[in-house]
């Protein structure tokens, strides 16, 4: 039996997780639980016993000062918990976490603990994927789904993927067969710059999850991040003349596959985003704002007693963008056709190869999830 001493009743709460590692291609899918995290100033009330579930010497502890005393942070993945007020109040519970490296079954049987005490009505995971598709055009998302009836209400891709899996299929499968409505949604990453963060595919992330739960997030500087990110792979891409030309050559394939796509749904759901973000509404919007928690005695993760510390800084971590890897590295996950993620979702770390290939030693996973097609979410919201 699970105790959440503490937590308060929750309204039409919708988990929503993601996990850094092999399905998480430029930490889009893990930086964009973060940013809800940041933006609705989250409360952590439960953290799984990272001794259960994790290798240490793959996902090794952090040793950090504060006040002068040197403590560990370990890696696991915490719960918190979002109150959203407005006009149609709808709480949230994020889970952020790092793939685990061991008992799968149970750490997924763990979390759908937690989301049957809490009254969770639907369990949303994020993931990313490497695919062949440029970094000058929308980002790619797919929403797709185990259950039929789910796929046809939301308008979502009923999957019908086989093969090796992460994390974020075995939980939509687990969250299926325990009788939890739940839904996966992938944004495919340029494989030619990969290296996160990717605050595009984030943002393209976070525009499809507001459509899907009905909330409009705030964004904050993401937007701006994004736009700086492309301006970045523009400058990076134009400096190489054989990237330059490969870039093309996806722009050509995608325009070409999505010419007859003018679709008056794909209008649709643009222009409600934009009376959402047009109309604030009491509170700061239809999405309302995060309100306090009363005593706020949320449980807390004993064994550092504060939430994960961010990684150490890089040279990269900014807004721009990596180094633009030549048209033949890294590996294709999508077809050349530029139609968007095929089943296959990829490490971010996956050995070089020629694009449109498929690393022979890379195993080929669109969670059990990702479908033929894709819907695409502008990031120029």
Same mark, same amino acid.
């Given at each position: @039996?699970?105790?959440?001493?503490?937590?308060?009743?929750?309204?039409?709460?919708? @988990?929503?997780?993601?996990?850094?590692?092999?399905? $998480?291609?430029?930490?889009?899918?893990?930086?964009?639980?973060? +940013?809800?995290?940041?933006?609705?100033?989250?409360?952590?009330?439960?953290?799984?016993?990272?001794e259960?579930?994790?290798?240490?010497?793959?996902?090794?502890?952090?040793?950090?000062?504060?006040?002068?005393?040197?403590?560990?942070?370990?890696p696991?993945t915490?719960?918190s918990?979002?109150?959203?007020?407005?006009?149609?109040?709808r709480?949230?519970?994020?889970?952020r976490?790092?793939?685990?490296? @061991?008992?799968?079954?149970?750490?997924?049987?763990?979390?759908?603990?937690f989301? +049957?005490?809490?009254?969770?009505?639907?369990?949303?995971?994020?993931?990313?994927?490497?695919?062949?598709?440029?970094?000058?055009?929308?980002?790619?998302?797919?929403?797709?789904?185990?259950?039929?009836?789910?796929?046809?209400? @939301?308008?979502? =891709?009923?999957?019908?993927?086989?093969?090796?899996?992460?994390?974020?299929?075995?939980?939509?499968?687990?969250?299926? +067969?325990?009788?939890?409505?739940?839904?996966?949604?992938?944004a495919?990453?340029?494989h030619?710059?990969?290296?996160?963060?990717?605050?595009k595919?984030?943002?393209?992330?976070?525009?499809?999850? !507001?459509?899907?739960?009905?909330?409009?997030?705030?964004?904050?500087?993401?937007?701006?991040?994004?736009?700086?990110?492309?301006?970045?792979?523009?400058?990076?891409?134009?400096? $190489?003349? =054989?990237?330059?030309?490969?870039?093309? &050559?996806?722009? %050509?394939?995608? $325009? &070409?596959? =999505?010419?007859?796509e003018?679709?008056?749904?794909?209008?649709?759901? %643009?222009?409600?985003?934009?009376?959402? *973000?047009?109309?604030?509404?009491?509170?700061?919007?239809?999405?309302?704002?995060?309100?306090?928690?009363?005593?706020?005695?949320?449980?807390?993760?004993?064994?550092s007693? *504060?939430t994960?510390?961010?990684?150490?800084?890089?040279?990269?971590?900014?807004?721009?963008?990596?180094?633009?890897?030549?048209?033949?590295?890294?590996?294709?996950? &999508?077809?050349?056709?530029?139609?968007?993620?095929?089943?296959? %979702?990829?490490?971010?770390?996956?050995?070089?190869?020629?694009?449109?290939?498929?690393?022979?030693?890379?195993?080929?996973?669109?969670? $059990?999830?990702?479908?033929?097609?894709?819907? !695409?979410?502008?990031?120029?919201?």
């Amino acid at each position: @039996m699970i105790e959440l001493d503490g937590v308060p009743e929750l309204v039409d709460p919708v @988990m929503v997780a993601a996990f850094e590692g092999w399905n $998480d291609a430029g930490d889009a899918a893990s930086t964009a639980v973060a +940013h809800l995290d940041r933006e609705w100033k989250g409360e952590v009330f439960a953290a799984l016993d990272a001794e259960d579930y994790y290798d240490f010497q793959v996902n090794r502890p952090t040793v950090f000062l504060e006040g002068g005393a040197r403590k560990i942070t370990w890696p696991t993945t915490r719960l918190s918990v979002v109150r959203i007020g407005g006009d149609k109040p709808r709480d949230l519970v994020l889970v952020r976490g790092i793939e685990p490296s @061991m008992r799968w079954r149970s750490f997924c049987n763990e979390i759908l603990g937690f989301a +049957h005490e809490l009254g969770v009505e639907m369990v949303v995971v994020l993931g990313a994927l490497l695919g062949d598709t440029p970094h000058t055009r929308p980002v790619p998302v797919s929403g797709v789904t185990s259950d039929p009836d789910l796929a046809r209400t @939301m308008d979502l =891709e009923e999957t019908r993927y086989e093969g090796p899996t992460g994390i974020v299929g075995i939980l939509q499968e687990a969250c299926t +067969h325990a009788g939890v409505p739940a839904v996966s949604l992938w944004a495919a990453v340029p494989h030619y710059v990969s290296q996160p963060p990717n605050p595009k595919a984030t943002l393209a992330l976070l525009n499809r999850l !507001e459509d899907l739960i009905g909330l409009r997030i705030p964004l904050g500087e993401l937007a701006e991040d994004a736009r700086a990110w492309q301006l970045g792979v523009d400058q990076l891409a134009a400096e $190489d003349s =054989e990237v330059a030309e490969y870039v093309q &050559t996806l722009e %050509e394939a995608r $325009d &070409t596959a =999505e010419l007859p796509e003018a679709s008056g749904e794909a209008i649709a759901r %643009e222009f409600e985003r934009y009376l959402r *973000r047009r109309d604030p509404g009491p509170g700061g919007g239809p999405g309302g704002h995060a309100t306090e928690s009363g005593d706020g005695s949320y449980l807390r993760d004993t064994s550092s007693g *504060r939430t994960r510390p961010p990684k150490p800084t890089r040279p990269d971590t900014g807004p721009g963008p990596g180094p633009v890897s030549g048209p033949g590295s890294g590996p294709a996950r &999508t077809t050349g056709s530029g139609s968007g993620p095929t089943p296959g %979702e990829a490490p971010k770390d996956t050995p070089k190869d020629a694009p449109g290939d498929a690393a022979a030693d890379s195993p080929q996973d669109p969670p $059990d999830d990702a479908p033929g097609d894709s819907s !695409e979410d502008s990031s120029e919201d």
